[in-house]
């Protein structure tokens, strides 16, 4: 048995085997070909093969989304017979007499770099259907997957890291675990371990193996340790452990149904965050109040192009419907610094988490925010939606935000569309420019929800991402819970409501802290819903404040 140690990140046990992820590199071998006409052969095969699966994709698209958003696969189809492109491949495979996954890279690199520096927006964003095309080829040339196939049982993956766009691809239903040599806790793929309710453990380091692969694990997300092939006496303690694990969520969901109140008579909301439509049943399952985010990017990272407004109406409605008249809060677009889709051709640049990213990229691209807000609108008829949007630091931002709403609410009435007149419209405050323009922000919105992720790193001044940095990332720290105050008072002073979306909502420590501070919602992962309920329940606002729960904060 091997032991090995990092940090815990979500909570649970996980016992199964682990599949170790490996990242396609993307480094294409070149090496010298004689039979040229042969090589060539051998391309036109793969990109024959390549569409026929687009064939099928087209096909289970257009039946299961409908014909405008299978076009895609299609348009895909006509890259593939584009004549110059495959001109290209064949000129540089007789011509420099090299191999076709060779002379496929630098096609692709020349077509993707083409349409990459094309004015036209539109366009531009073809570079990345190019760079689709070419990958699926090049899969069929090489005998490769994605990667991330792991077989037919549940399994625990392990991996150097995974970034957001690679998790959400997951089968969550197969996903036993996580296992990770690097991240950190405030990563966008920690928070989808938490949101998703599946253990997992970060930071491992040179401790894990690759060689690991299809070996007997067991995860402790709660202490960070993971034993590789464990005796007996251990897998029997951990199956005693797991056990113990799930009867105390059970004993827990017996506060289903009850309200979340203090001893001394306050409420408060408790809402669940989540982040895919299936994640809406466990918000269920977990007595959630209503939704206090959808992390809408996530429909963005499962694809490989914009989603269409139909494709985003489907999905919004049907969280609407699901919830069944409960409130659901949608954040639009926070796409940007960790959370990448190729499609947006976002510039590489030096400091990610402080650059182009949610709600600029929105006032920058009218076109991809005006298709997500007609969807939301269009969506709204169909049960209780409000709509937030992220990473807010000026009023003129938010004047903007609601000139472009009128637009597209003038439009969708204009067609004769039905929509909710009434969908509130609120803020995150993650930046410290909002909190502490949050007497003026106030004004201008129905709610806030306070992003603590976010606001922890932009105040310490310390990258979420940054593995070095976690002992210093500190959302108890006072000058955090001071801005909370004051964004609670501005709030409560305009007569809106404001919430907690971000991680810190469900920090038990802190709960006390929060009710006595007046917050309205706290909206956490649908897991920690019942432990959160207990605490209120258990809460004495009244004593808290006398006994000076709020000294250090006013
Ligand atoms: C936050 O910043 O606290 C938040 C809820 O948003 P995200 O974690 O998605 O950045
Ligand atoms: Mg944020």
Same mark, same amino acid.
């Given at each position: 048995?091997?032991?090995?140690?990092?940090?815990?990140?979500?909570?649970?046990?996980?016992?199964?085997?682990?599949?170790?992820?490996?990242?396609?590199?993307?480094?294409?071998?070149?090496?010298?070909?004689?039979?040229?006409?042969?090589?060539?052969?051998?391309?036109?095969?793969?990109?024959?093969?390549?569409?026929?699966?687009?064939?099928?994709?087209?096909?289970?698209?257009?039946?299961?989304?409908?014909?405008?958003?299978?076009?895609?696969?299609?348009?895909?189809?006509?890259?593939?017979?584009?004549?110059?492109?495959?001109?290209?491949?064949?000129?540089?495979?007789?011509?420099?007499?090299?191999?076709?996954?060779?002379?496929?890279?630098?096609?692709?690199?020349?077509?993707?770099?083409?349409?990459?520096?094309?004015?036209?927006?539109?366009?531009?964003?073809?570079?990345?259907?190019?760079?689709?095309?070419?990958?699926?080829?090049?899969?069929?040339?090489?005998?490769?997957?994605?990667?991330?196939?792991?077989?037919?049982?549940?399994?625990?993956?392990?991996?150097?890291?995974?970034?957001?766009?690679?998790? =959400?691809? *997951? !089968?969550?239903?197969?996903?036993?675990? %996580? &296992?990770?040599?690097?991240?950190? @806790?405030?990563?966008?793929? +920690? $928070?989808?371990?938490?949101?998703?309710?599946?253990?997992?453990?970060?930071?491992?380091?040179?401790?894990?193996?690759?060689?690991?692969?299809?070996?007997?694990?067991?995860?402790?997300?709660?202490?960070?340790?993971?034993?590789?092939?464990?005796?007996?006496?251990?897998?029997?303690?951990?199956?005693?452990?797991?056990?113990?694990?799930?009867?105390?969520?059970?004993?827990?969901?017996?506060?289903?149904?009850?309200?979340? =109140?203090? *001893? !001394?008579?306050?409420?408060?909301?408790? %809402? &669940?965050?989540?982040?895919?439509? @299936?994640?809406?049943?466990? +918000? $269920?399952?977990?007595?959630?109040?209503?939704?206090?985010?959808?992390?809408?990017?996530?429909?963005?990272?499962?694809?490989?192009?914009?989603?269409?407004?139909?494709?985003?109406?489907?999905?919004?409605?049907?969280?609407?419907?699901?919830?069944?008249?409960?409130?659901?809060?949608?954040?639009?677009?926070?796409?940007?610094?960790?959370?990448?889709?190729?499609?947006?051709?976002?510039?590489?640049?030096?400091?990610?988490?402080?650059?182009?990213?949610?709600?600029?990229?929105?006032?920058?691209?009218?076109?991809?925010?005006?298709?997500?807000?007609?969807?939301?609108?269009?969506?709204?008829?169909?049960?209780?939606?409000?709509?937030?949007?992220?990473?807010?630091?000026?009023?003129?931002?938010?004047?903007?935000?609601?000139?472009?709403?009128?637009?597209?609410?003038?439009?969708?009435?204009?067609?004769?569309?039905?929509?909710?007149?009434?969908?509130?419209?609120?803020?995150?405050?993650?930046?410290?420019?909002?909190?502490?323009?949050?007497?003026?922000?106030?004004?201008?919105?129905?709610?806030?929800?306070?992003?603590?992720?976010?606001?922890?790193?932009?105040?310490?001044?310390?990258?979420?991402?940054?593995?070095?940095?976690?002992?210093?990332?500190?959302?108890?720290?006072?000058?955090?819970?001071?801005?909370?105050?004051?964004?609670?008072?501005?709030?409560?002073?305009?007569?809106?409501?404001?919430?907690?979306?971000?991680?810190?909502?469900?920090?038990?420590?802190?709960?006390?802290?929060?009710?006595?501070?007046?917050?309205?919602?706290?909206?956490?992962?649908?897991?920690?819903?019942?432990?959160?309920?207990?605490?209120?329940?258990?809460?004495?606002?009244?004593?808290?404040?006398?006994?000076?729960?709020?000294?250090?904060?006013?």
């Amino acid at each position: 048995m091997i032991i090995l140690k990092g940090k815990g990140v979500s909570d649970g046990i996980a016992i199964g085997k682990m599949f170790f992820y490996e990242r396609q590199t993307g480094d294409v071998e070149k090496y010298e070909i004689e039979d040229t006409a042969a090589e060539y052969e051998r391309f036109e095969k793969a990109r024959l093969k390549a569409i026929d699966e687009l064939d099928v994709l087209y096909n289970k698209a257009v039946e299961e989304i409908g014909e405008d958003e299978a076009m895609i696969f299609d348009m895909h189809k006509m890259m593939l017979d584009d004549e110059d492109y495959c001109d290209s491949v064949k000129n540089i495979i007789s011509e420099e007499k090299v191999n076709a996954e060779y002379a496929l890279e630098q096609t692709k690199n020349t077509f993707y770099e083409l349409f990459a520096s094309m004015d036209d927006e539109y366009m531009r964003g073809r570079a990345a259907d190019i760079k689709d095309v070419s990958t699926r080829v090049m899969k069929i040339l090489t005998n490769s997957g994605s990667g991330l196939e792991a077989g037919d049982e549940p399994f625990i993956i392990g991996a150097d890291d995974l970034m957001p766009s690679e998790t =959400v691809q *997951l !089968d969550k239903a197969m996903l036993l675990g %996580f &296992a990770t040599m690097h991240g950190s @806790s405030n990563s966008h793929t +920690a $928070i989808l371990a938490r949101m998703m309710g599946i253990p997992a453990v970060i930071s491992l380091k040179e401790q894990l193996k690759p060689e690991y692969s299809g070996k007997d694990m067991i995860i402790d997300g709660f202490t960070g340790e993971i034993y590789i092939e464990p005796d007996e006496r251990t897998s029997k303690l951990y199956e005693q452990k797991r056990k113990e694990y799930e009867l105390q969520k059970e004993m827990l969901k017996q506060l289903a149904g009850m309200d979340n =109140v203090t *001893l !001394d008579g306050r409420r408060i909301d408790v %809402f &669940a965050n989540i982040g895919h439509i @299936s994640d809406a049943e466990s +918000a $269920i399952v977990n007595d959630a109040g209503g939704v206090g985010l959808f992390r809408s990017e996530f429909i963005y990272l499962e694809n490989t192009d914009y989603p269409t407004e139909n494709q985003q109406f489907e999905v919004y409605k049907s969280i609407a419907e699901k919830m069944n008249g409960k409130k659901v809060v949608i954040r639009t677009l926070d796409i940007g610094a960790d959370k990448q889709a190729d499609y947006f051709s976002i510039p590489k640049e030096e400091n990610p988490a402080m650059g182009y990213r949610a709600i600029r990229i929105c006032l920058d691209r009218q076109l991809v925010f005006k298709t997500q807000l007609r969807a939301l609108f269009r969506a709204s008829v169909y049960g209780h939606l409000a709509i937030m949007f992220p990473m807010i630091t000026s009023v003129a931002e938010v004047r903007k935000i609601k000139q472009i709403v009128d637009e597209v609410k003038r439009e969708l009435a204009s067609e004769g569309c039905a929509f909710d007149e009434n969908v509130e419209l609120g803020i995150m405050i993650e930046t410290p420019a909002a909190a502490m323009i949050s007497d003026l922000l106030a004004q201008e919105v129905d709610f806030f929800s306070i992003g603590t992720n976010d606001l922890t790193q932009y105040t310490l001044a310390i990258d979420r991402q940054n593995q070095m940095l976690e002992s210093f990332y500190d959302p108890h720290h006072p000058a955090l819970l001071r801005m909370i105050k004051m964004v609670v008072d501005n709030a409560h002073n305009h007569g809106i409501w404001v919430g907690i979306c971000g991680e810190l909502g469900a920090d038990l420590e802190l709960t006390e802290t929060f009710l006595a501070m007046g917050v309205d919602e706290l909206s956490v992962r649908p897991s920690a819903i019942f432990a959160l309920r207990k605490k209120v329940r258990e809460t004495d606002v009244s004593k808290s404040l006398k006994a000076g729960v709020l000294n250090d904060y006013i």
